[in-house]
């Protein structure tokens, strides 16, 4: 069984799915229903200690005292993707990455492209940092939040680094 639960934050309601004792997915709840990804009776909304313990440590995140998240995480992919999402994992807060960089970094460095579209599917965002992942040139691109959103997070990052908060 899975078990969702939703955290108002300054970016709007963001969904958050534990499975098996583990997160699987944080996402903008956006327009879109649950059972559009899920097949109904697979997901009970509900509050349990994991989603109580991520809930809590988002508020920190959006707060400014929280830079690491401390959560079982458990997305679902790819063993390229999965690779992908540790290499984001270690981005540290306030510092961003270019898609090269991280191709570079798995060790596949024409692999830009892949690295771009499994940056994409995360499903696991703000905790698995791919807002961290911008263009070579500097620029924001890309983002399944949309880059208003990306751009927030990094400006909040920014801000909460230089200040250290």
Known sequence: MKYVAY????????RMIEEGNA???LSLAGEETLFAEF??????????????????????????????FDLPLH????AFQQKVWDALRTIPYGETRSYKEIAIQIQNPKGCRAVGMANNRN???????CHRVIG?????VGYAGGLKVKEWLLEHEKMRWYYGT
């Open 7 to 14: 955290y108002t934050s300054p970016l709007g309601a963001l």
């Open 23 to 25: 997160l699987t997915h």
């Open 39 to 68: 097949p109904e009776g697979t997901v009970e909304q509900r509050s349990t200690p994991l989603l109580d313990t991520a809930k809590a440590q988002l508020r920190e995140y959006f707060q400014g005292t929280r830079q690491h």
């Open 75 to 78: 997305p679902s992919g790819t």
């Open 123 to 129: 499903p696991i965002m703000i905790v698995i940092p």
């Open 136 to 140: 070579s040139n500097g620029t924001l």
